[in-house]
Nanobody, 124 residues
Framework: QVQLVESGGGLVQAGGSLRLSCAAS????????MGWFRQAPGKEREFVAA????????YYADSVKGRFTISRDNAKNTVYLQMNSLKPEDTSVYYC?????????????????WGQGTQVTVSS
């Protein structure tokens, strides 16, 4: 089993930046694929970004491509989401998720373990 805890959310002005962190428990973090999802009020949970076990492969939703960067530090059991040029439509609760050898990176059903979420609010 894997326990995930997100941090780094908050209130930021449009055009600003935030860096989200997700700390994972256990001694086998490097064996898990990791993803970030978000869910805004009245909307379905949507894929944001994902990263492979080694960090060599990354995947992004079209809505965040070029603005967000996912990375991981396996020595620290942590995955990050650097968010730049934030827009009001990025306002959501952001969740990190993980599972071994994820087949469909963009599908939340593909991830077995989830964090509690962290709120990101972008003001205009």
């Amino acid at each position: 089993q894997v326990q995930l805890v997100e941090s780094g959310g908050g209130l930021v002005q449009a055009g600003g930046s935030l860096r989200l962190s997700c700390a994972a428990s256990g001694r086998t973090f490097s064996r898990y694929d990791m993803g970030w999802f978000r869910q805004a009020p009245g909307k379905e949970r949507e894929f944001v970004a994902a990263i492979s076990r080694s960090g060599s492969s990354t995947y992004y939703a079209d809505s965040v491509k070029g603005r967000f960067t996912i990375s991981r530090d396996n020595a620290k059991n942590t995955v990050y989401l650097q968010m730049n040029s934030l827009k009001p439509e990025d306002t959501s609760v952001y969740y990190c998720a993980s599972d071994r050898t994820v087949v469909a990176y963009t599908n939340p059903v593909a991830y077995r373990y989830w964090g509690q979420g962290t709120q990101v609010t972008v003001s205009s």
